[in-house]
């Protein structure tokens, strides 16, 4: 069973139970951290303008993710909200630096707005139109990503992120959540994303059918296989047409 074999993994999923999918966003339609380095670096322009010292002390992205990190452990209540911890750590950098804590605000949403311009993986297109005409979406993320800022809201009936909901995957409540929107159990639901812990396991663990998308090689670890891996959103709309 490997990544590259899509035919041979769809004989374990149970297409006729599929009458709604939940889709991750980041790393699913869009390679995330291009994303990132790009909407870091614009911040840092903007401190280069606006809190200059800040700017100097962050030059190496590197340290700001390592505030961000350090505010994740001193900050537990923030772990389901990426939004809260990364203004939390710019303002953690301006103070370091002795620049006004309040810039955080304008700081993250310049970071923010550009963490919204995503470049969707050249099968996401495609997919989302595919899968969109057949079964109801919903978006089920961690991330901060926003549907509308993004361009991908039409395909979606109703997104879940860890933010808006207090909890996000692994954690079954916000799996079971996105089956109830559309009026659903979550045995009729297929959940596709490519993190094997939060995505698959957690799917699994929530009663879901899931799919493994992993656009390297890497192999499949530890406990319950899903039902389907897939090399990409292509091969997902192959399986589920029943063609693979």
Same mark, same amino acid.
């Given at each position: 069973?490997?990544?590259?074999?899509?035919?041979?993994?769809?004989?374990?999923?149970?297409?006729?139970?599929?009458?709604?999918?939940?889709?991750?966003?980041?790393?699913?339609?869009?390679?995330?951290?291009?994303?990132?380095?790009?909407?870091?670096?614009?911040?840092?322009?903007?401190?280069?303008?606006?809190?200059?010292?800040?700017?100097?002390?962050?030059?190496?992205?590197?340290?700001?993710?390592?505030?961000?990190?350090?505010?994740?452990?001193?900050?537990?209540?923030?772990?389901?909200? +990426?939004? %809260? /911890? &990364?203004?939390? @750590?710019? !303002?953690?950098? =301006?103070?370091?630096?002795?620049?006004?804590? #309040?810039?955080? *605000?304008?700081?993250?949403?310049?970071?923010?707005?550009?963490?919204?311009?995503?470049?969707?993986?050249?099968?996401? +297109?495609? %997919? /989302? &139109?595919?899968? @969109?005409? !057949?079964?109801? =979406?919903?978006?089920?993320?961690?991330?901060? #990503?926003?549907? *509308?800022?993004?361009?991908?809201?039409?395909?979606?009936?109703?997104?879940?992120?860890?933010?808006?909901?207090?909890?996000?995957?692994?954690?079954?409540?916000?799996?079971?959540?996105?089956?109830?929107?559309?009026?659903?159990?979550?045995?009729?639901?297929?959940?596709?994303?490519?993190?094997?812990?939060?995505?698959?396991?957690?799917?699994?663990?929530?009663?879901?059918?899931?799919?493994?998308?992993?656009?390297?090689?890497?192999?499949?670890?530890?406990?319950?296989?899903?039902?389907?891996?897939?090399?990409?959103?292509?091969?997902?709309?192959?399986?589920?047409?029943?063609?693979?």
């Amino acid at each position: 069973m490997t990544s590259a074999d899509p035919a041979r993994v769809a004989q374990l999923l149970d297409v006729r139970r599929i009458q709604g999918i939940s889709l991750d966003l980041d790393d699913t339609l869009w390679p995330i951290w291009p994303t990132i380095e790009r909407a870091e670096a614009v911040l840092h322009g903007w401190l280069q303008a606006h809190a200059p010292r800040t700017a100097a002390l962050v030059t190496d992205p590197q340290v700001l993710r390592e505030l961000r990190e350090a505010t994740a452990r001193e900050r537990s209540d923030l772990a389901h909200d +990426l939004a %809260a /911890l &990364r203004r939390e @750590s710019i !303002r953690g950098a =301006l103070q370091r630096a002795g620049d006004d804590p #309040a810039l955080a *605000e304008p700081a993250f949403e310049v970071f923010f707005a550009e963490r919204q311009r995503v470049t969707l993986y050249e099968d996401a +297109l495609p %997919a /989302l &139109r595919w899968l @969109s005409e !057949r079964y109801p =979406l919903v978006a089920v993320s961690n991330g901060n #990503a926003d549907l *509308e800022r993004t361009g991908v809201a039409r395909w979606f009936r109703i997104g879940f992120s860890a933010k808006s909901f207090g909890s996000g995957k692994p954690h079954a409540p916000i799996f079971r959540a996105a089956a109830a929107s559309i009026g659903l159990l979550p045995r009729d639901m297929l959940h596709v994303g490519d993190d094997a812990g939060l995505d698959v396991a957690g799917a699994l663990n929530a009663g879901m059918q899931a799919a493994w998308l992993v656009r390297d090689h890497r192999p499949w670890g530890e406990g319950p296989r899903p039902q389907l891996i897939v090399p990409n959103l292509q091969a997902l709309c192959t399986a589920l047409d029943g063609s693979a």
